[in-house]
């Protein structure tokens, strides 16, 4: 079982691994993750959801239940709207009279307490100050406390603390100037006001652009139509979409979404599933079609049966996986959580070193110094950008996807998809339409249509795509099948059975081969066909070669562009069939493939895949049948062709919704660009911190006498996080080089 619960105060990356921690820790949980973008807390396993949220609040979070999907969206917009209103307002308050004393200091006044005058002075504006850390601030000061209270630290305790400190100081200068020399009475005021009103202004543009990364699903939730025209007792009438029912009728008018996945009854119209599929043609349906739900009828009218409501529509099970995909964490992602696990309690031991080496061996004012280089450090430190790097690109980059018809299942998948250097593909329905038809019928002693009806008897009972093309050629000719007896499969080789009296033999060579049957009559027939791409269907009857069969699977007419697409990107390319080696070599050469491997048994294809790993290769699998499902699940990534069996796309880590090859390659182009942004942000933050923290320490000062001060610390970690999900918006505009 699966909960979904809203977390109200998840501040900082350093919060994600703590409640991960803690709540893993409840019996009967199985797995538990925080999104922290999206500030949700996904738990696997049987779960109480008051002990968890109990469990929460122990630890200083606040955190509500799912409910459904549409009431969280309202929710969370209304909360990230008064959010953000709030935040503003904050900064506007604090930059007030941060701003005008910042320029005092830099065009007026040294800012320090001389005279009695200025203890009165900056009395009054540190009552000020006071006030607008209360008005402004007391969400870090109640975010420290409460961490405190649980052992741990965060984001707040470092702007608490930088913050705090630099008012206390300055007010015991205001109180008992007499302590301090007079070169050590400097006020910072100013520093504690714009630290404040710079990180609120900072979460504010980061809360503004992480809305935007959801905008993919949001969407796809939005082609969900409120209501359906049902036909009840003879008469159409709307009723909400969730009181549809399996079997109900509905009629679809012009400009309208489907509201579920269904049967068209009657009529024919032009519908856009460009929303689905990327495909940007409307597709033809009519009588016996099948229609998805949110997709859009362009034109006409249509009687439609529901097949499939609820969760189990397609676009409901696609939003599903998308949101599963953006939840989950690529390798990459847990060096980030890690470091960003124990970076504030570091961070608070880096800042009490910096102070205790300027008070032992800075210059004076030693007490200045100290509290500036402690301050700055606390403040540009924050691990906000880190612990954002990973999961807003991945966000961005799975919404992107699923734009171009491309459902990745995992975030790991995301990222291993940009290494692939080898992809096997397999032939039928992948680099083929799926769809063979019977072209030729080669007699040794027998009528065309007796072997055809023979042949089709057998194969009536086979689910071959191969065998689903003889017996549709059967019926088109109107010929009458026979009951077999003694039916037998026999994998990657072909069918048996007995008809009437006579032993029926169907296959390929190889099976003709191990029954001891001679081809010879057929030879230079099959040659001529095998080197045509078609596939030869060999018939005895009783031990003895009545004739052949020829099938052909059309290759996509897309398939050779995409593969030279691959190739261009370093990309080897192999096909994998259980097709014989001559029909194999002639499609091979057809679409342009680098390498194929032919007469693959089904169970065989997994191991194939595992070879070409054992020699290094990173590699990638392709295909749509449930014999593909081992080697999909196999492969490094496996890629499910969008007509697919559900089994291959269970077993598949990206599922394409197109049924072409140039699927495969955006897929693997969005992979790259989505881990080049990953990275972008991870060296960012990494860098910021790196080079922020000794910078802030001091570590310049000996050699330029220049110390950064605290407020261009709040005013870079507040913009570090913008920045990082400015980055990962940037995703938002990838288009695939096809």
């Known amino acids: 079982m699966n909960t979904i ?88 308050v604090a930059l007030s009279l941060g701003i005008p004393m910042m320029l005092a200091g830099f065009f007026m006044d040294e800012m320090s307490v001389q005279t009695t005058n200025d203890q009165i002075l900056w009395g009054i504006i540190g009552a000020l100050t006071l006030a607008i850390m209360y008005f402004s601030g007391r969400h870090f000061f109640s975010g420290a406390i409460t961490a405190l209270r649980n052992g741990s630290s965060t984001m707040d305790t470092l702007i608490a603390i930088g913050t705090g400190s630099a008012w206390l100081f300055s007010m015991l200068i205001v109180l008992f100037p007499q302590l301090f020399p007079e070169s050590a009475r400097h006020i910072y005021f100013e520093a504690t006001v714009m630290i ?39 008469k159409e009438q709307d009723i909400p979409l969730e009181l549809v029912n399996i079997g109900d009728q509905i009629r679809i008018r012009p400009g309208e979404q489907i509201p579920v996945d269904a049967r068209v009854l009657e009529g024919q119209s032009y519908i856009d599933e460009s929303m689905l599929t990327g495909e940007p043609l409307p597709v033809n349906k009519t009588s016996g079609d099948t229609i998805s739900g949110g997709t859009l009828n362009k034109s006409g009218s249509l009687l439609v049966v529901a097949e499939r409501v609820g969760s189990e529509t397609a676009l ?73 790097a990973t999961p807003m690109s991945v966000m961005v980059g799975v919404g992107k996807a699923a734009e171009h018809g491309i ?14 250097n080898t992809i096997v593909l397999d032939k039928t329905g992948t680099i083929t339409e799926g769809a063979p038809t019977l072209t030729d019928i080669i007699s040794v002693h027998s009528p065309d249509d007796r072997l055809l009806a023979l ?17 549709k050629a059967a019926q088109e000719k109107n010929l009458e099948l026979h009951s077999v007896e003694q039916f037998n499969a026999i994998t990657g080789r072909g069918v048996s059975g007995k008809i009437s009296t006579q032993n029926i033999l169907l296959g390929n060579h190889a099976l003709m081969h191990e029954q001891n049957i001679n081809t010879q009559a057929v030879s230079d027939a099959v040659k001529r066909l095998t080197q045509t791409a078609h596939t030869p269907i060999f018939i005895a009857i009783d031990g003895q070669l009545e004739g052949v069969l020829a099938v052909t699977d059309p290759i996509r007419h ?8 691959l190739q261009k990107a370093g990309i080897k390319v192999i096909m994998l069939t259980g097709d014989n080696q001559l029909t194999a070599a002639a499609i091979a050469k057809q679409v342009g493939v680098d390498e194929f491997i032919a007469e693959v048994m089904p169970a065989d294809k997994a191991s194939k895949v595992k070879e070409l790993q054992q020699q290094g290769a990173i590699v990638a699998m392709a295909g749509d049948g449930i014999n593909d499902a ?27 919704i197109r049924n072409s090859l140039h699927s495969v390659a955006d897929a693997i182009e969005l992979s790259k660009a989505a881990l080049k942004n990953i990275r972008q942000n991870l060296f960012g933050a990494f860098i910021y911190n790196s080079l922020g923290i000794p910078i802030a320490a001091g570590i310049l000062f000996p050699f330029t006498g220049i110390l950064l001060s605290p407020i261009i610390a709040g005013g870079a970690m507040a913009f570090s996080s913008a920045t990082v999900v400015a980055n990962a918006n940037r995703l938002r505009l990838f288009k695939p080089s096809a």
């Not at 897309?558 to 697409?565: G, M, P, Q, V």
């Open 558 to 565: 897309d398939s050779a562009s995409a593969i030279k697409r």
């Open 196 to 234: 404040i009103g710079l990180v609120n202004l900072g979460l504010a543009m980061e809360l503004r652009a992480r809305s935007r990364t959801s905008d993919a699903v949001e969407r796809l939730l939005d082609l969900q139509p409120k209501t359906a025209r049902v036909i009840r007792n003879g």
């Open 316 to 388: 409901s099970r696609i939003i599903e996986m998308i949101k599963q995909a953006q939840n989950s964490k690529p390798e990459i992602a847990r060096l980030a959580d890690k470091i960003s696990s124990i970076f504030v309690p570091v961070v608070i031991l880096i800042s009490i070193a910096t102070a205790t080496l300027w008070y032992f061996f800075g210059p004076e004012p030693k007490v200045a110094y100290m509290l500036i280089t402690a301050t700055t450090v606390l403040i540009i430190a924050c691990p906000c950008a880190l612990g954002l």
């Open 630 to 656: 081992p080697a999909l699940a196999q492969a490094d990534v496996g890629f499910a062709i969008g007509n697919g069996t559900d089994i291959a796309i269970e077993s598949a880590d990206m599922v394409l």
């Open 5 to 92: 619960l809203i977390l109200e105060n998840v501040s900082c990356a350093g919060c994600v691994k703590k409640i991960e921690t803690c709540i893993s820790k409840i019996p009967d949980i199985e797995h538990a993750e925080v999104n922290f973008p999206q500030r949700k807390l996904y738990i696997q396993g049987s779960v109480n959801s008051e002990l968890v949220i109990s469990e929460l609040n122990n630890i200083g979070y606040r955190a509500r239940l799912s409910q459904n999907e549409a009431e969280d969206r309202i929710k969370q917009k209304a909360s990230d709207s008064a959010q953000y209103r709030q935040r503003l307002i904050h900064s506007a």
């Open 407 to 420: 459902l990745i299942r995992n975030a790991q998948a995301l990222q291993t998809a940009s290494a692939i």
């Open 455 to 471: 042949a089709a008897s057998l194969e009536q009972l086979s689910e071959h795509p191969l065998g689903e093309a003889v017996v």
